[in-house]
Antibody
Framework: QVQLKESGPGLVQPSQTLSLTCTVSGFSLTSYNVHWVRQPTGKGLEWMGV???????DYNSALKSRLSISRDTSKSQVFLKMNSLQTEDIATYYC????????????WGQGVMVTVSS | DVQMTQSPSYLAASPGESVFISCKASKSISNYLAWYQQKPGEANKLLIY???TLQSGTPSRFSGSGSGTDFTLTIRNLEPEDFAVYYC?????????FGSGTKLEIK
């Protein structure tokens, strides 16, 4: 069955780089797009960016200067890197698969909580 | 960016009742709207896409309506498992954007 699972450090120091991995199963990264979405505690959802089936990427302009999304198709993994982390980046980070025809999310990971603190 | 205004932000209802959640887009998004359910400890669940199409597995007590800028999620005959947070999302254009959420609690 389709599964997505986020992993990565739960604590990042201010100004450092966040690195997260989304490991997928049940589908191919060359057939479905994978997005990153984040949610500050008690707040709403923010779309961060996407890696398309062909390997190109699109980012939310609000984060574009700090964000990089990449993948390793052989390992069925998608990677998120975001630099210059600050307290406003404290959130739960989700990866999600879109429908491939349209950009709604039919499967989500359970999310990984990230705190920014020294 | 397309702003999605969701209301109410909080809703209290009893099992068996019906509730209505509104989502308004800042510009026309045709029917490029999805609804999600969020529960603690669970993966977010897609309920409805294309404004009114039920995702496989979504109970028929859920329905979506609207097009253009105004959309509604209706839940009829509430079941205990329906008490959760609900979000709308537009996928008409990037950046993809979400409503601020509606927390549905048991009265």
């Amino acid at each position: 069955q389709v599964q997505l699972k986020e992993s990565g450090p739960g604590l990042v120091q201010p100004s450092q780089t966040l690195s997260l991995t989304c490991t997928v199963s049940g589908f191919s990264l060359t057939s479905y797009n994978v997005h990153w979405v984040r949610q500050p505690t008690g707040k709403g959802l923010e779309w961060m960016g996407v890696i398309w089936t062909g390997g190109s990427t699109d980012y939310n302009s609000a984060l574009k200067s700090r964000l990089s999304i990449s993948r390793d198709t052989s390992k069925s993994q998608v990677f998120l890197k975001m630099n210059s982390l600050q307290t406003e980046d404290i959130a739960t980070y989700y990866c999600a698969r879109d429908n491939s025809d349209s950009y709604y999310f039919d499967y989500w990971g359970q999310g990984v909580m990230v705190t920014v603190s020294s | 960016d397309v702003q999605m205004t969701q209301s109410p932000s909080y809703l209290a209802a009893s099992p068996g009742e019906s509730v209505f959640i509104s989502c308004k887009a800042s510009k026309s998004i045709s029917n490029y709207l999805a609804w999600y359910q969020q529960k603690p400890g669970e993966a977010n669940k897609l309920l409805i896409y294309s404004g009114s199409t039920l995702q496989s597995g979504t109970p028929s007590r859920f329905s979506g309506s609207g097009s253009g800028t105004d959309f509604t999620l209706t839940i009829r005959n509430l079941e205990p498992e329906d008490f959760a947070v609900y979000y709308c999302q537009q996928y008409y254009e990037k950046p993809l954007t979400f409503g601020s959420g509606t927390k549905l609690e048991i009265k």
